[in-house]
Every structure is written in C-alpha cells, then in structure tokens.
C-alpha cells in the first residue's frame, strides 16, 4: 500500500444494488489491509467544526461517510491532499502518518471509522512539530 498522500487511497467499495435498495459491505482483511478492532462514527457535528488535527503511531483507519458528506484534508509532512466523502461506497485508507483534519460536515453526516486497534490515547500525536519530528 502506497503511504504517500498524493496518492490516491480511496477504495471504491462494491454496491449490491436490487429493487429493494443497497448494500455496501466492508469485510476484514478481504476489503481493507487490515483487520478492524474498532468501529465508531461522528455525528450531529456542529457547524464549522474541524475534528481530527492528530496522527497516530500505529493505527490504520478507513473512512465513510455513510450519509450526507465531508472533507479530510491529509498531510504526510511532504504533501497535503483533500478527499470529499460523499458516497456510502467511497471509503478512504488512513495510514498511521497522516496528519488528517476532518470538516465541511453536512447536517446529515455519519462518517463511519473502522480502526485496526483498540482505542489508545498515547497512540495519538495530537502536537504537529511532534508530528514532523516523528515522519518528517
Ligand atoms: P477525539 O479524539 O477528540 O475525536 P477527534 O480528535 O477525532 O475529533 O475523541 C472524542 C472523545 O471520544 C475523547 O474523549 C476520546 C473518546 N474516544 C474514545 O473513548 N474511544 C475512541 O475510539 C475514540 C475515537 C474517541
């Protein structure tokens, strides 16, 4: 998996479509590079809000926005990208050295993250020169 940030890492996810309506699954390792240990979701943001502004030390993550949208911008310390979310099929692949701010939510967001680990608050880097000092 290329860890760069100007390289693409959206995974476009399959939709089982019928009459009925649709169907996207993420299944373990048979999707997504890792397998998930965690799930959780943010919603209700408030207007305005940027969440994020960290990186981790270990975990892996994908993001879907599974209503409504918003935009993660990225930071490897050498290039910045911004990825719309705005499909329940387009899910993006975070690597532990992305530097990611998540805003633009609309009112309906539910941005659905699968993490590889357990939740550990000293597995964050919340503090950007840190940041820089460990992956630049
Ligand atoms: P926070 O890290 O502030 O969210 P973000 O920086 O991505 O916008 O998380 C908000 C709160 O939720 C904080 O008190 C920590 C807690 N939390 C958990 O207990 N477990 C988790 O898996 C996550 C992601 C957060």
Redesign the pocket.
Same mark, same amino acid.
């Given at each position: 998996m290329n860890n760069n940030a100007n390289e693409s890492r959206i995974i476009q996810l399959t939709e089982f479509g019928d009459e009925r309506g649709l169907l996207t699954v993420v299944e373990g390792s048979n999707t997504i590079p890792f397998e998930i240990k &965690?799930v959780?979701y943010i919603y209700g943001t408030a207007n305005g809000v940027n &969440?994020?502004?960290?990186a981790h030390y270990k975990t892996r993550q994908l993001l879907v926005s599974v209503s409504g949208s918003c935009t993660i911008s990225l930071d490897d310390t050498k290039r910045k990208k911004e990825v719309v979310l705005d499909s329940p099929s387009k899910a993006l692949l975070l690597e532990p050295n992305d530097w990611h701010e998540m805003y633009n939510f609309t009112p309906d967001c539910v941005l659905l993250v699968l993490a590889s680990h357990l939740?550990d608050s000293e597995d964050y880097i919340r503090d950007y020169s840190k940041f820089v000092e460990v992956y630049g």
């Open positions: &965690r959780f &969440r994020g502004l960290h939740y």
